[in-house]
C-alpha cells in the first residue's frame, strides 16, 4: 500500500459502490472534481486548477479520469492507473466538457462533488444542458460507514494524538503564552506519527469558553483551566481529533464539581451509541445530564460530528439529525461546558460504533488533568 492510500481493490470497491447508488437515484453519473470525494473514490490528492480535472463515474460503464495532458503525472499519485481507468486527457483550446458529456454518454442528469468551482460547473451545466445536483445525497451513504482499513486508520490517527495529549502537561507552565504552547504540540503532532498538522486549540483562562478559540499570547497563570483540542492527518489522510482540559493548579471545588458533570454527560453519551439508535438521541443523552444540573445553557454546540479524510463530515451528532446510527459510523463525542469571561472546558473522543456499542479510539483519561 502507498503510504498515502490504500490498495487499489479498496478503489475499485468504492467505485462500484458509487456508480450503483447513482444508478439507483436516477442519475447518469457522478462528476468528481479534486478534492475529499475524488481522495474518497480514487485515492488521489489532485487540485483544483483552472484547468479541469475531473473522474466521471458513469451508473453504467466504466469510469473515467479527465484531465490537462500536462498533468498526466498526477495519475501515478492514485490508484487510476492500477485500475486501469480511461484516461481521455487534453490540451489547451480543446473543450475538456465534451469530454465529460462523451464519457456519460451524453447530455444527462449527474451529479457533481459539492466542492466543484462554479468555473468548471457552469460551463459543465451548459455542456450538458442540465443543472447538475450534489453528489453529497449519493455518496453520504458510502463515507459515513467506514470500512475496516478506515477503522484502522482512525484507530492508528487517535493513538497518535493520544501520545501528543501524553506530553502536553509538561508544555502548560505559568509565564508561557499560548502561541507557546501550541508551537510545542504543532511539533508533537508530527513528532508523534501525523503526516501534518490539522488544528491546534489552547484556551486558557476566559479564553477556554470560546469553543474555537485557537491560541493566542494570553500567558498562562496558576489557576487557569486550559481546553486542549488538537487533530492531525494521519496516512492515508484520516484525522485525529481529540480535547482534554486541564487544571494548572488545583482547581477550584466549583470547577470540579461541574467538570465532573461534564464528564458523566460525555459518557452518557457514549453509551447511548449502537446501531438504530438516532445522533439526536445520542446528543439529547449529553444534553439531559448538563440539563439536570442545570448546565444545559452552557452547552452551545453540537455534541459531535463525522470524522474521517475530513475533520468534519457526517454523520453530525445533532439535535434534530433522525439519522439511525449504523456500524461503522466513525464521530466525535465532545460535550463542553462553556463560561464566558471565566472558564470552559470539554472532553472529546472520536468512536466508531460496533455492532452492540462503541469503540473509542481515544483513550486518555476524562478526568480533569492537574498540571503542579
Known sequence: MDADRFEAAVYARRLGAAASLAGRAGLAGLVITPGYDLRYLLGSRAETFERLTALVVPAVGEPTVVLPRLELASLKESAALELGLSVRDWVDGEDPYALVRGALGGAAAVAVTDGMPALHLLPLAAELGVLPVLATEVLRELRMVKEEAEIEALRAAGAAIDRVHARVPSFLVPGRTEAEVAADISEAIVAEGHSEVAFVIVGSGPHGADPHHGFSDRVLAEGDIVVVDIGGMYAPGYHS?????????????????????????????????????????????????????????????????????????????????????????????????????????????IVVVTSDGAMSVNNRPHELVVVS
Open 241 to 349: 481529533d481529540s480535547t482534554r482540559t486541564y487544571s494548572i493548579g488545583k482547581p477550584s471545588p466549583v470547577v470540579a464539581e461541574q467538570y465532573s458533570v461534564l464528564q458523566q454527560a460525555q459518557r452518557a453519551a457514549f453509551d447511548a451509541v449502537r446501531p438504530g439508535v438516532t445522533a439526536a438521541q445520542v446528543d439529547a443523552a449529553a444534553r439531559d445530564v448538563l440539563d439536570a444540573a442545570g448546565l444545559a445553557e452552557y452547552f452551545v454546540h453540537r455534541t459531535g460530528h463525522g470524522i474521517g479524510l475530513c475533520v468534519h463530515e457526517e454523520p453530525y451528532i445533532v439535535a434534530g439529525n433522525e439519522l439511525p446510527l449504523a456500524e461503522g459510523m466513525a464521530f466525535s463525542i465532545e460535550p463542553g461546558i462553556y463560561f464566558p469571561g471565566q472558564w470552559g472546558a470539554r472532553i472529546e473522543d
